[in-house]
């Protein structure tokens, strides 16, 4: 909305300065009333002219009335025609001038009351405008009161006149300018509070959707770690229930042992305790993974790790049938990092590598350390994903497996991010196969040269 000219004031870095002015204004317009109706009916004043000038004030209070009625709706009484206010407010002051005192009036003071209101209201134009008319109307009144009172001094009369109308346009001029410099003053700070609090709107905005988001996570990290404290009793509820009959038939076995038997026996009950000890240790394997992650860190290798994440993965269902080739790059220094949570996100990408895959397919996962990083890609030759959902893979909740929560990418970037050293990305993503590259750094690992992928290729085949 722009009142350029109507009130003058109003611009796209100051909207609705009339109607702040407004407030201003109309106030000052009552104030001039009341000691308008003040001079003229209590202070006990000598005049003749006494109902012709409550008329006038009569007149101007129910101009005041319709400005004031008019800014309670929000608008601008006249907005559309300013100099007819500064004609209609000469004349006004004017002709009280003429039936009290004339130019020596006390009523004169309402010009510079009047060029206040129009600096505060309307443009400087408008207000200089404003000026010239009150210098005629005053003139004039000057003129009118000098005709009016020539005597036989009329020399002198005439010499007191002329300073009288020097002085007042002075007077009047330094009030114009003065309100039109107070009144750009005040639409400039005005505008530049009003960008400051949009700025602040826009900022409140945007902390508000960094704490919704924030809480998103929070949330969808407590479900990720309510998932996994359960998990943990669960797996330890089964440890216990399982391992001590397991210990019991180990103590047995152990005790036909030490007996006399023959060789097939002997070597049925080997056989046994090697089975015995495998589902120990796929417990203990159970247990270690079940149990809080630490984000204590320390120096670990990343090979280590990927090992840790392949040797969780091996008892995943979908994992029969398909191929899962390492290829590691020799020399890579350790890294300084938490280990219980790397295991925990490559183990993720693993597992989903292998609900993208189909039987028979291959898994491939590779180091390499380039540009201060070490490099985890790794790769499947499934179906891979669609354009539209490499957009939000890493949001919350979103996912395209029919039983999968959308958490484990989601988290997994959580966690890698928060720690300040390291990211996922999906490299590329076609029918042919997906690829996921985890980035990891330390300063041990940013000090050491770069270190390309290894020729050698260790392939583990899992039977149909």
């Known amino acids: ?276 000890r495998r589902i120990q240790r796929t417990l203990r394997e159970l247990v270690d993974f079940s149990r809080p992650a630490t984000t204590q860190k320390s120096k670990c290798d990343i090979h280590e790790i990927i090992d840790a994440a392949l040797n969780i993965a091996k008892y995943y269902k979908r994992k029969k049938g398909k191929k899962v080739a390492t290829r590691y790059a020799t020399g890579l220094p350790l890294l300084r990092g938490a280990r219980d949570q790397l295991v925990q996100i490559l183990l993720n990408l693993i597992l989903n590598a292998m609900d993208a895959t189909d039987e028979g397919g291959t898994i491939e996962i590779s180091t390499q350390l380039r540009n201060g990083a070490i490099e985890v890609a790794i790769r499947d030759d499934g179906h891979g994903i669609s354009a539209a959902d490499q957009q939000r893979i890493f949001q919350p909740y979103f996912t395209t497996k029919e039983t999968g929560t959308g958490l484990g990418l989601f988290v997994c970037r959580s966690i890698i991010e928060q720690a300040g050293e390291g990211r996922i990305e999906l490299r590329e993503s076609s029918p042919a196969g997906t690829t996921f590259v985890v980035y990891v750094t330390c300063d041990m690992v940013r000090e050491h040269p770069d270190v390309l992928e290894s020729a050698g290729v260790r392939t583990e085949v899992t039977a149909p």
């Not at 407030?23 to 004043?45: D, K, M, Q, S």
Request: glycine share 8%.
């Open 1 to 276: 909305m722009s009142h350029d000219t109507a009130s003058g004031r109003t611009s796209e870095n100051s909207p609705r300065w009339d109607l702040a002015a407004e407030t201003i204004t109309v106030r000052i317009r009552w104030f001039g009333l009341c000691v308008g109706y003040a001079l003229v009916n209590v202070l006990g004043r000598d005049m003749h002219n006494q109902p012709a000038m409550n008329a006038i004030l009569t007149l101007g209070a129910v101009y005041a009335l319709l400005d004031t009625i008019w800014s309670i709706r929000g608008k601008v009484f006249l907005s559309d025609a300013p100099l007819i206010v500064a004609v209609m407010e000469a004349v006004f002051i004017g002709l009280l001038c003429y039936f009290d005192q004339g130019a020596e009036s006390p009523f004169r003071f309402y010009y510079f009351l009047s060029l206040l209101v129009f600096a505060l209201r309307y443009s400087r134009g408008l207000t200089f405008s404003t000026f010239a008319l009150h210098s005629l109307s005053f003139a004039t009144l000057v003129l009118v009161s000098r005709a009016r009172d020539v005597d036989g001094d009329g020399m002198q009369l005439a010499a007191g006149s002329v300073e009288s109308l020097i002085l007042m346009l002075i007077f009047m001029g330094w009030v114009t300018w003065a309100g039109t410099s107070l009144g750009g003053l005040l639409q400039s700070a005005g505008g530049r509070l009003r960008q400051l609090n949009e700025e602040l709107t826009e900022n409140q905005a945007l902390l508000e959707q960094r704490i919704a988001a924030r809480t998103k996570e929070l949330q969808a990290s407590q479900a990720q770690q309510e998932i996994h404290s359960a998990f943990g009793f669960l797996a330890a509820g089964i440890a216990h229930e399982v391992g001590n009959p397991l210990a019991a038939i180990s103590s047995l076995v152990q005790m036909l042992n030490r007996r006399p038997t023959d060789e097939y026996t002997r070597e049925k009950l080997s056989m046994v305790d090697d089975q015995l």
